[in-house]
C-alpha cells in the first residue's frame, strides 16, 4: 500500500465511524467542520487519483451516479409480506393457530415503521446491492440512492457475504422540511412520509435521493441458518454489531400479555417518535419453530402486523346526495366539507344504504368523524351527537328516482333501493359509461363527463348508438368543447374497439353476476357470442366456478336481448375470443395444483398459466383437496406438507413432460 491508498483508507475509516457514530448510534463524535474536511480531502484525492476510488467510498454519501432506468433483480428468497390483525381478538387468534400447532412461542414485538422494504446484499462486507420489494419475486435496482443513506453502512464490521432486509423511511420532521422548500418553490406537497420515501427511492440520479435523508431501520434476516442463529433476537443483535441500525425498542416477550402491552405503551408513544409507525409487527423468535410454522404464498404464519386503527378526522356533513348505479340501484352518499384523512383530502363517502345511514343515526349538518377504511376508502364513523346546534336537518330515504321519478323499489327485502325503469337516463348513461370502461371496451377519450353530456345532448342514448357517432360529428362539434382534432381521435378509438375478443364485450354489456374473470372464463370455454347463447342453463352449470346463480343471470339476459347483440353484430363487432381456446387434458383438466421449488424453463407464472388454460385450478397451499404438488428443486414446505398428506408429486422430469405436452 502506498501512501496515497493509506490515506484513502484512514480517511474511509474516519468518515464510516463518524457516519455510523452520528446515524446509527446517534452519537456524533466529531463536528460537521472536520467532518467536511476530511470528506473534502477525499473528494480531491478521488479526483486526481480515481484508480484508488472505492465503488462503496462515503464520498458516494452525498450521491453523484445517476442511471438511465431501474434493473429489475429476482430476490433469491421472495420478499414476503405480513398479514394483518386489527384487535386484541385477532391478536389473540393469532397466537392460538400458533399454540394449536403445539408451540407455545416467545414473541418478539418490533415497531412497524412507514415507509418502504427494501433487501441489502453484501458481500465480502461490502455493499454491492440494494433492491425494492416490488412485487415480492422482483424488485428493482436502488444500489446508486441505498448509498446515499447514512444510517445504511457501506462496509460491515466483518468481512462476510450477507443479505439483510429492513425499512427505508423519512422522518417526520425531514417531510415538514421538505415541504416548506417545495411549498416556498411552488412545489406539489408531499402527502405522507411513506409517499415521500418511496418517491425518494425511485429517483435515477442519486443526488436527489441524498438531499432527502432517507433513514432506515433493518429487521429481518433471510438466512440465519448460514450463521448459526436460532432465535430473531440474536438475529438482531447480530445485524446490530455488523454496523446495522437496529430498532432498540423491539423487545422480547413472553406471551401475549406482553404482546398487548408493548402495543398499549407504544399507542401513548407512537405521536412523540421521530419516525411514522402505523402498527406493530409481531414475530416468533425462535427460528426452528418458524420454519415449523412455515409460510403461505404471501406471508410467514410466524408473524403478524398489529394495525393502528385508522386515524380519524372531524368535518362537517354537508348534505346527502343520491346516485343511481347501472344496475339501478340507489345509494346515498356523504357531502363532506373538504378534510385531509392520512395525508389525502376527502370530500365524499359512501353511506352505502337507508339502513345503514339509519343505524349511524347521521342528520345533515352534523361534525362527523371520518376515517380511512383499510386506509384506502373513506368512511364515516359516526355523529358528534353533543356538537349538534338543532339545526341539523333529519335524513329522508328518497322514494323516487332522483333522475326518473320513477317508484323505487326493494328487491327480495335487501336493504337496497332500485329503480327499476329500464329507461332511466342515469342507468343508461351509467351502463355506456361501463360499456367504454377500461376493463370493458376500453375506448379512451369517452370520460365520465363526456358521456353524460353526450348523453344530454341527444347523440348517444346507448351503446349502439356510439358507432353512429361518426356520422353526428357536424353537429356534436357545434357545441363548446369538441374540437375535431379529439373527436376523431374518439372516433377511431369506438372504431378499433370493434375487433376487441369477445371477453370485453361480454363485460361491457353488464351482465348481472359477470365480472372480468367470469367473462373470460365463458369467452374462452364457448370461443364465440352464438355458442354461448345457445347454451342452456345446464350447459353453464357443467362448467366450472359458474353456480346456477351466475347461469340463471346468462339466460335470462340473452333471452331478453338478441335484439341488441344482433344489433351489435350488424355493426361489425367482433363475437369470438381471440385468446387461446381452453384445451382438455386428463392428467390435467379439473385438477387442483401446488407448485413449490422452481422447474428448469419456465416461470412460476408461466407454469400457472398454462396449467389453468387447460382448466386446471393453482392454489398457494396445500390442503387434503389438492391432486397434485409439483416439486422442483429448492422446494418449501410445501413439499412436506405434501408428503405429509400423501398426495401425489410431480418431480421436475415428470412436469416438464406433461407441460411439454400441453398444446
Ligand atoms: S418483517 C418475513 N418487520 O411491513 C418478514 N416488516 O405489511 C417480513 N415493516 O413488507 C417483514 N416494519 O415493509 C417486518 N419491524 C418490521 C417492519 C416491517 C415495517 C413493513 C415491511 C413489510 C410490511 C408488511
Sequence with gaps: MNEIQKRVAELTKILNDANYNYYVLDNPTISDQEYDKYLRELINIEKEHPEYADPNSPTNRVGGEVIDKFNKIVHERPMLSLANVFNEEEIKDFANKIKKEGFAPE???????????????????????????????????????????????????????????????????????????????????????????????????????????????????????????????????????????????????????????????????????????????????????????????????????????????????????????????????????????????????????????????????????????????????????????????????????????????????????????????????????????????????????????????????????LYSLKDKKKAIMEFDGYGEKSLNKIIDNIENSKNNSLERLLYGLGIKEIGTKTAKLLASHFGSMASLMAASQEDLESIRDIGSITAQSIVAYFAHNQNLIEQLKEIGINMTYKGKIAGTNELVTAKKFVITGTISGFSRKEIKEKLESFSAKVSDSVSKNTDIVIVGANPGSKYQDALNLGITIWDEEKTLEVLNNLQ
Design 107 to 465: 414473541y418478539v414485538c418490533e415497531y412497524k415503521i412507514d415507509g418502504l422494504s427494501v433487501a441489502l446484499i453484501y458481500e465480502n462486507g461490502s455493499l454491492v446491492r440494494g433492491v425494492t420489494r416490488g412485487d415480492g419475486v422482483t424488485g428493482e435496482d436502488i444500489t446508486h440512492n441505498v448509498k446515499t443513506i447514512k444510517s445504511i453502512p457501506l462496509t460491515l464490521k466483518e468481512k462476510i457475504d450477507i443479505e439483510v432486509r429492513g425499512e427505508i423511511f423519512m422522518n417526520k420532521s425531514t417531510l415538514e422540511k421538505l415541504n416548506k422548500e417545495r411549498a416556498a418553490q411552488g412545489l406539489p406537497l408531499l402527502q405522507n412520509v411513506r409517499n415521500a420515501a418511496a418517491g425518494s427511492i425511485r429517483q435515477l440520479d442519486s443526488k436527489v435521493t441524498a438531499k432527502r435523508e432517507l433513514d432506515n431501520f433493518i429487521y429481518y434476516l433471510p438466512n440465519p441458518e448460514d450463521f448459526n442463529i436460532t432465535t430473531h433476537m440474536e438475529a438482531l443483535e447480530f445485524m446490530k454489531n455488523l454496523g446495522f441500525k437496529v430498532n432498540p425498542a423491539n423487545r422480547l416477550v413472553k406471551d401475549v400479555n406482553g404482546i398487548l402491552k408493548f402495543i398499549a405503551e407504544i399507542t401513548e408513544k407512537r405521536a412523540k417518535l421521530p419516525y411514522e409507525i402505523d402498527g406493530v409487527v409481531i414475530k416468533v423468535n425462535d427460528i426452528a419453530m418458524q420454519e415449523k410454522l412455515g409460510y403461505t404464498a404471501k406471508y410467514p404464519k410466524w408473524a403478524t402486523a398489529y394495525k393502528f386503527p385508522a386515524t380519524e378526522v372531524l368535518t362537517k356533513l354537508t348534505d346527502i346526495i343520491f346516485t343511481v348505479g347501472r344496475t339501478g340501484r340507489v345509494t346515498p352518499n356523504a357531502v363532506l366539507e373538504p378534510a385531509i384523512v392520512m395525508g389525502s383530502t376527502i370530500r365524499r363517502a359512501t353511506l352505502h344504504n337507508e339502513d345503514y345511514v339509519l343505524s349511524k343515526g347521521l342528520k345533515i349538518g352534523d361534525i362527523v368523524s371520518i376515517r380511512k377504511a383499510g386506509d384506502v376508502i373513506p368512511e364515516v364513523v359516526d355523529a358528534k351527537i353533543e356538537r349538534r346546534t338543532g339545526a341539523e336537518k333529519p335524513f329522508v330515504m328518497i322514494k323516487e328516482c332522483p333522475m326518473c321519478h320513477t317508484k323505487l323499489v326493494k328487491l327480495d327485502n335487501q336493504a337496497d333501493y332500485y329503480c327499476l325503469n329500464p329507461e332511466c337516463p342515469k342507468r343508461n348513461i351509467e351502463s355506456i359509461i361501463h360499456y367504454v370502461s377500461r376493463d370493458a371496451m376500453n375506448i379512451e377519450g369517452l370520460g365520465n363527463e363526456i358521456v353524460e353530456e353526450l348523453y344530454n345532448l341527444g347523440f348517444v342514448k346507448n351503446i349502439t348508438d
